[in-house]
């Protein structure tokens, strides 16, 4: 069973940065799609970013936000800059178990990690 651990979470003042970083307990190739995805408190839980042998992003963290992954270390990370506090949220790791033709679907997803709270005060 694949397993997903992440970390990096924390509290920042708006304007501040943080980088989660998750770890896959078995390694994986490019062609399957890790994200990040979050979840505010009485939200539905949305895409942040996905990255595949491209990346993706949700408009509001375009530009703010950067995905990347070290398959050396069976690991991705998220850069946040520029935080602000609407991006306050339980951060999740995702991994896909296939390859995906629409990486920010929640649905592609098969394996989630416990997620780390992000908050970010104004």
């Known amino acids: 069973q694949v397993q997903l651990a992440e970390s990096g979470g924390g509290l920042v003042q708006a304007g501040g940065s943080l980088r989660l970083s998750c770890v896959r307990s078995e390694r994986t190739s490019n062609s399957y799609a890790m994200a990040w995805f979050r979840q505010a408190p009485g939200k539905e839980r949305e895409s942040v970013a996905a990255i595949t042998w491209s990346t993706y992003y949700r408009d509001s963290v375009r530009g703010r936000f950067t995905i990347s992954r070290d398959n050396t270390k069976n690991t991705v990370y998220l850069q946040m800059n520029g935080l602000r506090p609407e991006d306050t949220a339980v951060y999740y790791c995702?991994?896909?178990?296939?390859?995906?033709?629409?990486?920010?679907?929640?649905?592609?997803?098969?394996?989630w990690g416990q997620g780390t709270q992000v908050t970010v005060s104004s």
């Open positions: 995702a991994s896909a178990g296939r390859v995906t033709t629409a990486p920010l679907r929640t649905e592609e997803y098969m394996y």
